[in-house]
């Protein structure tokens, strides 16, 4: 399938969705944006006024209930559905240059990750950036045992904000570390307290867009140590394997894995040695969307095919036993 990321202009509002459980920081968060000289114009879509509490000294105008604040940034919440939300920032286009979304605290990134990515009528005017998520350092685990999204927000994660640091220990903070990378290995990962961060680490992130010109993030070692705690609902599988294989076949494999494995695998990304290509060929997916794209020669590196998969009863031998399928010389 050809992304509808080919076909966007230059003029995209890029999108990011903030997700998180209850007590995570997000609040905190959204308020931090509002509020301090960061020197951003960020469109922020919040679910409730109330819950941030729209300072009203620092608002120097307001139109249908699109508050416009004096750092540059402004704030709506969702009325109606959110394409009705984002259709009225649309029409406000000038005042900011990039859009911001609260998902609440019992809401998965994913399918909404998935509608960027496949409808053409969002994508024509808004690119899909990527998601950051905010968890609770003290809390996680607890979360991970007893709220189902909490590990899927982690898994579509590409910025993720261990946050609340001053209530947890060096020893916890490692352990909460640990456990982010075993459900998703190639997210950026900060530790933070009272969700304080460069915002230049959480905005262009291109986490859901294939850039040739961008390093993928499978290039760095994906050895993640595993923890001795019990197994976690969400985990990953890395797989390092040479040979070439065929992207025709390998795309039709992964979308009958996602059918027959249903949801369980949410998420496929890697670099793809193809035959008769002399260029790297990167791709992902989330659920059944699937997008492939050449990125940079080989050169002398030596040629092998990296997986990442995300996912819940993820069987390695099963992925490894399925690729190897695939591979020739």
Partial sequence: MTSPNNSKSREEIPVTLLAGCLGSGKTTFLNYILKENHGKRIAVIENE????????????????????????????????????????????REKFDRILIESTGLASPGPLAQ??????????????????????????????????????????????????????SAEELDKIETLVRQINPTAKIFRTRHAVVDLDQILDMGGFELDPTREFDLDRPLDIPRSSEASLPIESVSLSLPGNIDLGRFR????MLGIMEGMDVMRAKGILSLPDSPDRWIFQSVYMMFDAKAQKPWGGDPRENRFVFIGRNLDRQKLEAGIRNLLGN
Avoid: P
Avoid at 252 to 255: A, K
């Fill in 115 to 168: 509608a960027f990515l496949v409808d053409n009528e969002l994508a024509t005017s808004l690119k899909f950036d990527g998601v950051a998520s905010l968890v609770d350092a003290k809390n996680f685990r607890k979360q991970l045992e007893e709220i189902d999204v909490a590990g899927e927000q982690t898994a579509f994660s590409n910025a993720i904000l261990i946050n609340k640091t001053d209530l947890a």
């Fill in 252 to 255: 039709m494999w992964l979308q």
């Fill in 49 to 92: 006024f109330g819950e941030i509490g729209i300072d009203h000294d620092l608002v120097i105008g307001a139109d249908s209930d699109i508050f416009e604040m004096n750092n540059g940034c402004i704030c709506c919440s969702i009325k109606g559905d959110l394409i009705e939300t984002l259709n009225r920032l649309i029409g406000k």
